[in-house]
């Protein structure tokens, strides 16, 4: 055992690799994150804060500090689980930490006489030189606000929105007074009292009542996106923590492996959107055979019933975003997103911006991206290959396809294994991570829980058909429970792939990337075949609750608008935030109940009346039976 531990010791020696420091020794680097008081600051006559990243660099004319900046190196080297210590957030009050070098010298730019001022400060502290990174952002007291146009479109629009739906306001109380039978189709879009009662009815089943079995997916959908949007929150503790070594430390800790690797669940919504998409087309082939001109009507209906509300978060994100706060975080959080969205905003609208790589642009929405394509794919796969048989051999063929694809990708581009939750990688977004850009979030690496939730779609129908009983399985139920903790396995095995002193062969991480989504697919399937054929009676219960079809309605709002809350939360700080487990929590499952209260509002008044509004414009024969059912059908007469 010794022996082996030397071995391992050697081996951290020769790669010049810290794995641990003590507390004495962490504190003398200096720290990643330092915020002066920044209103104490601006305020101030001619009080001038600014927010710089520094580089810390190494100084060769001595001798001095370089043992400690070898240090810093070789605990940063450690990039899977330490923060990059040479690269440094500070905000600085300008005006007091480096007055004698504003007063001394004004001919010099504001970036030079603030390097000089961090070189002697950070020489006096720790014998280190500093170069600063990039272009600083400044703030005083009198920030200037410049409209442009584009706000004032955006401006215009969002007053519309508002004020039809006051109109809908008024509209409900006269028609329900008067009991007025004339309706006007456009106000009646936007009328609240309708948007809440549909809100609120039971799953909607259509004309279908076979879709009943589904309704466990609303708890699946509403706990998912939960847990998604609680992950997010996160973000604070990441760029503004004042005890980085907390979250360091957390890589040996396994149950915040379940956070880190727990990334996977959004494989979740593929599944859920594969399977659904396979049994409605199933369900509408019994009545007309499917024909290729439902390929184009199939994506345009998807893509008006997404976009409407998608469109109003992109245009409030690319205008009034920027206005709606500022500090020393603002900059990096908000400022650089909507640099990055009016690059490129209109590939979100064509969902292909998840193959944009290097932007800011609503980073979580790579996920709608890939859904899309990922629909398209289906309904493809599905029209044009409509034969029991045939089908069987192309979803076969195109599943052996959708686990070599990551394989690949991972082999040839020397990728992580799975996305790796790294501090340093999560600080920028991950949009620097090639890991995250190539096989993370491009939809053909997603394929593989597509196509198993396709066949999922396919089975269950068949089945049904078959009128399959489940009795004969209930003894397996215990296996159906064990899905949960082997599940848990699951994400766990990621961290293994990152575990200290480990350094995994490139095939192994190749395999592992192909397969590992597939796998919680698969068991993710189990869960849901179960719940249909209701083969035991508590998870199902849990999942079928009457509650979650509202949360579960207002989903898609809630996790388009998610960010629009929580980068503000984090960028208006003027603070460090200190990290421990209850503040985590406080702020995850705060920020989680935040985000679903206020897309219930949004989706009211936004996109409820605007997919109806969609609905009225450019009526399709079929879309209303599709998605009402009789209880709808009562609120639609009213
Ligand atoms: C931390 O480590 C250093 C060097 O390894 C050692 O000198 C020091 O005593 C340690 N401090 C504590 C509190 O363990
Ligand atoms: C840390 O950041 C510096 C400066 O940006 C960079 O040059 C260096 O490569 C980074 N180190 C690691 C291990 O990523
Ligand atoms: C002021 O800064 C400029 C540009 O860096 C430099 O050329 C000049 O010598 C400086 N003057 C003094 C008095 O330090
Ligand atoms: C600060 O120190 C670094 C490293 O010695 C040097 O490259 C840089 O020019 C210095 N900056 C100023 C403004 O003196």
């Known amino acids: 055992m010794k022996f082996l531990i030397f071995i391992f010791l050697l081996f951290c020696h020769a790669s010049a690799v810290i794995y641990q420091l003590n507390n004495t020794e962490y504190v003398r680097m200096p720290p990643i994150y330092h915020l002066d008081p920044y209103e104490l600051c601006i305020y101030k006559p001619k009080g001038l804060y600014c927010s710089v990243e520094i580089d810390l660099v190494p100084d060769e004319s001595t001798d001095e500090g370089n043992e400690l900046m070898e240090m810093i190196r070789e605990y940063t080297a450690r990039s899977e689980t330490h923060y990059n210590h040479t690269r440094l957030h500070y905000g600085i009050c300008v005006t007091d930490m480096c007055n004698e070098y504003l007063t001394q010298n004004t001919t010099g730019s504001l970036k030079l006489v603030l390097e000089r001022c961090l070189n002697s400060s950070f020489w006096e502290k720790y014998k280190?030189?500093?170069?600063?990174?990039?272009?600083?952002?400044?703030?005083?007291?009198?920030?200037?606000f410049e409209l442009e146009p584009g706000d004032i479109v955006v401006a215009v629009i969002v007053l519309g929105l508002v004020v039809l739906n006051i109109s809908g306001i008024i509209y409900d109380f006269f028609t329900?007074?008067?009991?007025?039978?004339?309706?006007?189709?456009l106000l009646r879009c936007f009328s609240i009292r309708r948007n809440w009662l549909k809100l609120v009815a039971p799953a909607a089943t259509g004309n279908e009542p076979r879709l009943k079995c589904f309704k466990g997916i609303n708890g699946l959908r509403a706990i998912?996106?939960?847990?998604?949007?609680?992950?997010?929150?996160?973000?604070p503790f990441v760029v503004?923590?004042?005890?980085?070594?907390?979250?360091?430390?957390?890589?040996?800790?396994?149950?915040?492996?379940?956070?880190?690797?727990?990334?996977i669940i959004v494989q979740t919504f593929f599944i859920i959107s594969g399977c659904l998409l396979a049994y409605h087309l199933q369900i509408r082939s019994e009545k007309k055979d499917l024909n290729w001109i439902l390929i184009p009507k199939g994506i345009i209906d998807r893509w008006l019933r997404l976009t409407p509300p998608y469109a109003v978060v992109l245009a409030i994100t690319l205008t009034w975003f920027r206005f709606l706060g500022s500090g020393p975080l603002w900059e990096q959080i908000v400022n650089a997103e909507v640099r990055d969205c009016r690059g490129g905003y209109w590939l979100h609208l064509l969902y292909l911006n998840n193959y944009r790589d290097r932007s800011l642009c609503?980073?979580?929405?790579?996920?709608?991206?890939?859904?899309?394509?990922?629909?398209i794919f289906g309904l493809l796969l599905l029209i044009l290959v409509t034969r029991e048989y045939a089908r069987k051999v192309a979803l076969s063929v195109m599943f052996v396809v959708a686990l070599i694809i990551p394989a690949l990708h991972t082999y040839i581009q020397n990728l992580n294994a799975y996305l790796h939750v790294s501090p340093e990688t999560a600080r920028f977004f991950f949009e620097m991570d090639p890991t995250f850009i190539n096989t993370y979030k491009r939809g053909h690496t997603n394929m593989a829980s597509y196509i198993i939730g396709l066949s999922l779609g396919l089975l269950i129908y068949r089945l049904q058909n078959e009128e399959f009983d489940i009795k004969k399985y209930r003894k397996f139920k215990y296996l159906y429970w064990a899905c949960l903790p082997i599940g848990i396995g699951v994400i766990l095995c990621s961290s293994l792939f990152y575990m200290d002193g480990a350094s995994p062969p490139l095939v192994l991480r190749a395999i592992y990337s192909g397969i590992v989504k597939p796998v919680y697919g698969l068991l993710l399937s189990i869960v849901i075949l179960g719940m249909v054929f209701k083969l035991e009676n508590i998870c199902r219960g849990i999942l079928e609750w009457r509650g979650w079809t509202s949360p579960a309605r207002v989903s898609y709002s809630a996790y388009i608008m998610h960010m629009l809350i929580l980068k503000p939360i984090t960028g208006t700080r003027t603070t460090l935030i200190h990290t421990t487990s209850l503040n985590i929590i406080l702020i995850g499952v705060g920020t989680g109940i935040l985000c679903y209260?206020?897309?219930?509002?949004?989706?009211?008044?936004?996109?409820?009346?605007?997919?109806?509004?969609?609905?009225?414009?450019?009526?399709?024969?079929?879309?209303?039976?599709?998605?009402?059912?009789?209880?709808?059908n009562k609120i639609n007469e009213a």
């Open 128 to 144: 280190l030189k500093t170069r600063i990174n990039e272009d600083l952002s400044c703030n005083n007291q009198d920030q200037t």
């Open 176 to 185: 329900l007074k008067r009991k007025n039978r004339e309706v006007n189709k």
């Open 224 to 235: 998912t996106i939960f847990l998604v949007i609680t992950e997010h929150s996160l973000l």
């Open 240 to 263: 503004a923590s004042d005890n980085t070594l907390f979250y360091e430390d957390k890589y040996h800790n396994i149950l915040y492996h379940l956070f880190l690797d727990g990334t």
């Open 362 to 375: 609503m980073t979580h929405t790579w996920y709608l991206a890939a859904d899309m394509q990922l629909y």
């Open 597 to 632: 209260l206020i897309a219930f509002p949004f989706w009211l008044m936004v996109e409820a009346p605007l997919a109806q509004l969609v609905k009225v414009l450019i009526p399709s024969k079929d879309s209303e039976n599709v998605k009402s059912n009789t209880k709808l």
